[in-house]
């Protein structure tokens, strides 16, 4: 009689766990429309030669080659999306303090790595590709879930061009599923680092337990972390799309696609 019980505890604990880290269920074909190709990872960037990271220049250049476009959006003081990776601005821009801070006036008049870029609009971005490559655009959220969400919708109003939207943070794609629910959404995740959660919240991202959050359709994992069992079995049993992120030589972004993922790249071109 024991061995009944324990086996309907692990049945219940297996169901639970099922539940946890289930994706969206259905829209393959949705899905299919929009994550197709390779995407250059903040652009095509060089900032080596002059090409900043989340500039207009990158995004031109990966139009121009065809490439589907990775980019970040955040806030800025007045509530206006722009494109920018970091919180901070003194890796990029060369001054302290942060991002969400600043106005995007403010942040239109800051050098991206002393070139004569600077921090690009969301909206100009988007009149820039005009749909002639598909997007990835990473919302990085600091509290302002809902707010950073509802405008990004608002600057696609009328966009005809395939784009997808991902966060690390699953609240991001809580909201989307609530404000936006015919949008692709993806988790972003992998062997996070110490300083970016607590403990708990990194394992929990980490095996894709707040799927029951986020419900994702796909999954953008961390390729060195890539064996994780949890992302294995949710994209290959459970059916989320599978990308890599961020493939910086060509032979890992071969055995990506050999892997049937995307391959979020950067460094080469692929």
Same mark, same amino acid.
């Given at each position: 009689?024991i061995? /009944?019980?324990?086996?309907?505890?692990?049945?219940?604990?297996?169901?639970?766990?099922?539940?946890l880290i289930?994706?969206?269920?259905?829209?393959?074909?949705? %899905?299919?429309?929009?994550?197709?190709?390779?995407?250059?990872? %903040?652009?095509?960037?060089?900032?080596?030669?002059?090409?900043?990271?989340?500039?207009?220049?990158?995004?031109?250049?990966?139009?121009?080659?065809?490439?589907?476009?990775?980019? !970040?959006?955040?806030?800025?003081?007045?509530?206006?999306?722009?494109l920018?990776?970091?919180?901070?601005?003194? %890796?990029?821009?060369g001054?302290?303090?942060?991002?969400?801070?600043?106005?995007?006036?403010?942040?239109?008049?800051?050098?991206l790595?002393?070139?004569? *870029?600077?921090?690009?609009?969301?909206?100009?971005?988007?009149?820039?590709?005009?749909?002639?490559?598909?997007?990835?655009?990473?919302l990085?959220?600091?509290?302002?879930?809902?707010?950073?969400?509802?405008q990004?919708?608002?600057?696609?109003?009328?966009?005809?061009?395939?784009?997808?939207?991902?966060?690390?943070?699953p609240?991001?794609?809580? *909201?989307?599923?609530?404000?936006?629910?015919?949008?692709?959404?993806?988790?972003l995740?992998?062997?996070?680092?110490?300083?970016?959660?607590?403990?708990?919240?990194?394992?929990?991202?980490?095996?894709? /337990?707040?799927?029951?959050?986020?419900?994702?359709?796909?999954?953008?994992?961390?390729?060195?972390?890539?064996?994780?069992?949890?992302?294995r079995?949710?994209?290959?049993?459970?059916?989320?799309?599978?990308?890599? /992120?961020?493939?910086? !030589? %060509?032979?890992?972004? *071969?055995?990506?696609?050999? !892997?049937?993922?995307?391959?979020?790249? *950067?460094?080469f071109?692929?």
């Amino acid at each position: 009689m024991i061995g /009944w019980y324990v086996a309907a505890g692990v049945a219940v604990l297996l169901a639970l766990l099922l539940f946890l880290i289930a994706p969206a269920m259905g829209r393959k074909d949705k %899905r299919r429309a929009v994550l197709v190709g390779h995407y250059a990872h %903040r652009g095509l960037f060089d900032n080596q030669a002059g090409i900043p990271e989340n500039s207009m220049a990158a995004f031109r250049r990966a139009v121009e080659r065809g490439y589907g476009i990775e980019t !970040d959006i955040h806030l800025s003081a007045d509530g206006i999306c722009v494109l920018h990776h970091d919180d901070t601005l003194k %890796r990029i821009c060369g001054v302290d303090g942060n991002l969400r801070d600043r106005t995007a006036e403010e942040l239109s008049k800051l050098s991206l790595l002393g070139t004569e *870029e600077t921090v690009p609009l969301f909206s100009e971005f988007l009149r820039l590709v005009d749909g002639k490559v598909p997007l990835v655009l990473e919302l990085k959220a600091e509290g302002n879930h809902a707010a950073l969400v509802a405008q990004v919708m608002a600057d696609l109003e009328g966009y005809k061009g395939s784009y997808c939207i991902e966060s690390f943070d699953p609240r991001i794609l809580r *909201e989307l599923r609530r404000q936006a629910p015919h949008v692709v959404r993806g988790q972003l995740s992998g062997g996070l680092s110490k300083d970016s959660a607590a403990p708990l919240t990194r394992f929990l991202l980490r095996n894709l /337990w707040l799927n029951v959050i986020a419900r994702p359709d796909f999954v953008a994992y961390r390729y060195k972390d890539r064996k994780n069992p949890f992302f294995r079995f949710v994209t290959s049993v459970m059916g989320a799309t599978r990308v890599y /992120w961020t493939l910086r !030589d %060509r032979a890992d972004h *071969e055995a990506a696609l050999r !892997d049937h993922a995307l391959s979020i790249f *950067e460094g080469f071109e692929a």
